[in-house]
């Protein structure tokens, strides 16, 4: 096993370009900014900082593919590559560590065709009627043939879905339909799925609150909201990229929808609810064709802070003299205990519906009733404690902004009195499939820097 020690040196952009209150050295990575090791191989990264920062050293890796503990001793898990960080106070830098599979080192035992660490024997010859899937151990992906001729960016590495042009589920029934369950392909799939009640989207349980990515952009100290708005030329399905700007999912119209991302993502891509909605409040899962997969409600949102001075104003709504309607819609979770007025129960177990604390709320018209459609214009937020916190959804997997409100700022649950919320977070905006937040220094030249100093004056190149 390996050691090896690299230096990163931290510096601010503001710093590099004019030096006016810190003096930092100059920016100085030892083996360059890309390094490649072994899997089960460790490096040790030490950082040289200038004198007057003292905070503490925050190490973190965005991929696990590559481990790192808070001492910066990283280890290569499975092939594959990571932006692995490190901060100190206002101060950050990075290195991407690529990971390569040693097959030299591994003896390779073929079973089928393949091998452990994925590698197809040259005289296997598989049934060229059946796509078979030959998944490498180490990195996952499917390295057959027929997948790396049509990679998928859409719902990842798989076989390229049949063409649907007539309704595929008549006379199937429930069970047998969720006996199998897999994730809508296309647009005509997901419609005919709702013609019967049938999902489109994960029916995976989920938790109140919401899965952060492990990689959020920032421009200087302010989340990154995604811009890009990636439709098919119909219109119908929807794109949801990662906070690396790659497809990791989609969303089709008319489709049905439970989980969080999905909702979230279908509600921001579209400005209006699943098909397994329902706007009334009253509606029973043993009177709807979704049964357990209803959802309740979909209603104008005031978010008039006089009346309820606990909630944090959220930004140019109607209730406060702005000029965006907000609505909400509930989202099911399995629990609602952050607010004691609400069960930790179920909320819907087929038979009735408990609604809980859970709601998405959202930007769904302007001053003049129009459909709001540019994305810059659109707003979405979740609030798992019944309005009296909010997260913004930044329009990719996982991303989920700063929390603010009323719990936040020290107040009690729900009170009108013992209240004090915070306020918006403002946010940045970019395209994701067009801007990198991992720039370095040493790829502009110092007359560029100078140029958009206004543009990324308060980003940390690193």
Request: charge should be negative; hydrophobic fraction near 30%; glycine fraction near 8%.
């Amino acid at each position: 096993m390996r050691k090896i020690n690299v230096f990163i040196i931290i510096l601010a952009l503001t710093s590099f370009l004019f030096a006016c209150s810190t003096q930092l050295e100059k920016i100085d990575i030892t083996l360059g900014r890309e390094y490649t090791i072994k899997v089960d191989d460790e490096l040790v990264l030490e950082v040289i900082t200038t004198a007057g920062i003292t905070e503490e050293l925050i190490w973190t890796s965005d991929n696990p593919c590559v481990i790192v503990t808070q001492e910066g001793k990283i280890k290569g898990i499975f092939a594959g590559s990571a932006i692995v960080s490190v901060r100190a106070g206002n101060y950050l830098d990075s290195i991407k560590i690529t990971v390569i599979y040693d097959h030299a080192a591994h003896k390779h035992e073929f079973v089928d065709g393949k091998c452990e660490c994925g590698e197809i024997d040259p005289d296997y010859v598989p049934d060229i009627n059946i796509h078979e899937h030959i998944a490498c151990s180490k990195c996952g992906k499917c390295i057959s043939d027929e997948c790396i001729d049509e990679l998928l960016k859409c719902k990842g590495h798989e076989e390229e879905p049949p063409v649907i042009t007539s309704d595929p589920y008549v006379n199937m029934t429930k069970e047998e339909f969720y006996a199998s369950y897999k994730e809508a392909t296309s647009y005509m799939d997901a419609y005919y799925r709702t013609q019967h009640g049938f999902m489109s989207g994960s029916i995976d349980d989920q938790d109140q609150k919401p899965t952060i990515s492990k990689y959020q952009p920032k421009i200087g100290d302010k989340y990154v909201r995604n811009t890009a708005a990636l439709y098919t030329d119909d219109g119908k399905t929807y794109k949801i990229l990662d906070s690396n700007g790659d497809v990791v999912d989609c969303v089709y119209k008319d489709g049905a929808y439970v989980t969080l991302e999905e909702v979230a993502a279908y509600i921001f891509a579209f400005g209006d609810i699943p098909a397994n909605y329902s706007s009334s409040k009253k509606t029973k899962p043993t009177s709807s064709v979704w049964g357990e997969y209803l959802r309740v409600n979909h209603t104008k949102f005031s978010g008039d802070t006089s009346r309820y001075p606990y909630e944090p104003a959220l930004p140019d709504i109607s209730g406060n003299g702005g000029s965006l309607q907000y609505y909400e819609v509930d989202v099911g979770t399995t629990g609602t205990d952050c607010d004691p007025k609400y069960d930790a129960i179920i909320y819907n177990n087929g038979y009735s519906i408990e609604r809980g604390a859970a709601r998405i709320v959202y930007t769904r018209y302007d001053k003049n009733g129009n459909n709001i459609i540019d994305v810059n214009e659109k707003y979405l937020f979740y609030t798992y404690n019944h309005y009296n916190d909010f997260q913004e959804y930044l329009n990719y997997y996982g991303g989920w902004g700063q929390m603010f409100g009323n719990i936040t700022g020290g107040g009690s649950i729900s009170s009108k009195y013992d209240c004090n919320p915070t306020p918006y977070v403002e946010v940045e905006r970019a395209d994701f499939t067009t801007t990198n937040f991992n720039l370095s220094s040493a790829d502009y030249s110092y007359d560029w820097l100078i140029s958009n100093y206004y543009l990324f004056k308060d980003s940390y190149f690193i």
